[in-house]
């Protein structure tokens, strides 16, 4: 990419940008830390580890609402229509470990809801889930699994997710609950089609898998999270969840003008999310972007876009 120099925002101080692809996480960190390029857009602790601690390079870093998803079907004949089973499975994570193991604690523990600590809306005073193997022991047992049950995890092949899936699958068994994983190709996790509602949700593994963790990145307000991922035939959304109260509750947050407004219609969703369980948030990460040392006014964007028009060499 060329400078335009009489673009409305003024001069850039690069005179270009040269932009490569690689498709292997391995190879773009050899290549930042081999001098071959100077900047990363977006990198991972759980696969960039080499870049992290390194002298030669910076790392550039914004909280954000990135996130897992791990969504439960609570419209399918199986165990995972008990509210009971899923907020159990949810009570068997060590969040704040997680968060340690995978992100190096550069991410914020999840609630369970789409509402992420950056958000000004959400409101904090809602206790925070934890790990507590007694009561996910008590809730399967009143739901008559205390025997526990076998089930499939379906995910893809991206970023940490695989690893977040293997803790899943380690953390049920204190319950009693034999995770088997499937864990596919993007390509083939997003494959299929994706009609959405009324007409039904495709054949999409990621839309009809019993159990699946997806990724979702960063927006500035939580709107697509709920009126796509939870309201009643949301276009995405995996768990099939539906609610006639937490759709009018997102409509009023929708509508809401002032943040008081809003806190009071959020807060109400994330207590009945945190009942009904129809999805795990573990954590939302930071976004994170590495650079050389040469490289000067940089920021990273929690939506992944890459601003350049104040960074330069030294």
Not at 304 to 314: D, E, I, N, P, R
């Amino acid at each position: 990419y060329d400078r335009f120099d009489s673009w409305w925002g003024g001069k850039a101080a690069l005179d270009g940008v040269d932009v490569t692809y690689y498709s292997d996480d391995a190879a773009i960190a050899a290549a930042l830390l081999g001098g071959q390029i100077d900047l990363i857009g977006q990198i991972q602790f759980a696969t960039g580890r080499p870049l992290f601690n390194n002298s030669n390079v910076q790392v550039f870093g914004t909280r954000g609402a990135t996130h897992r998803e791990v969504c439960m079907r609570v419209d399918m004949a199986n165990q995972l229509k008990d509210p009971r089973v899923r907020t159990a499975i949810a009570l068997t994570l060590d969040r704040p470990a997680i968060i340690k193991t995978l992100f190096n604690n550069l991410a914020d523990v999840g609630n369970d809801s789409p509402f992420a600590p950056v958000f000004p809306s959400t409101d904090k005073s809602v206790p925070q889930r934890t790990k507590d193997i007694a009561k996910a022991k008590q809730l399967m047992a009143a739901a008559g699994y205390a025997k526990g049950f076998s089930l499939t995890l379906t995910t893809e092949q991206t970023g940490e997710i695989p690893k977040l899936a293997q803790i899943i699958q380690q953390s049920v068994k204190a319950i009693g609950i034999k995770m088997n994983l499937q864990i596919l190709t993007a390509t083939a996790y997003f494959a299929g089609s994706q009609s959405g509602p009324p007409s039904g949700w495709g054949n999409t593994p990621w839309l009809n898998a019993p159990m699946n963790i997806t990724d979702w990145g960063h927006r500035a307000v939580p709107n697509v999270y709920l009126t796509a991922a939870f309201k009643s035939k949301g276009v995405w959304n995996a768990a099939h969840y539906s609610n006639k109260t937490f759709d009018k509750l997102a409509d009023s947050f929708i509508g809401a003008v002032s943040l008081k407004d809003q806190r009071k219609y959020e807060k109400q969703m994330q207590e009945i999310l945190l009942r009904d369980t129809p999805v795990i948030f573990p954590y939302f990460y930071n976004y994170l972007a590495a650079g050389s040392k040469k490289v000067k006014g940089y920021k990273a964007d929690a939506l992944g876009q890459v601003y350049l028009s104040k960074t330069s060499l030294a």
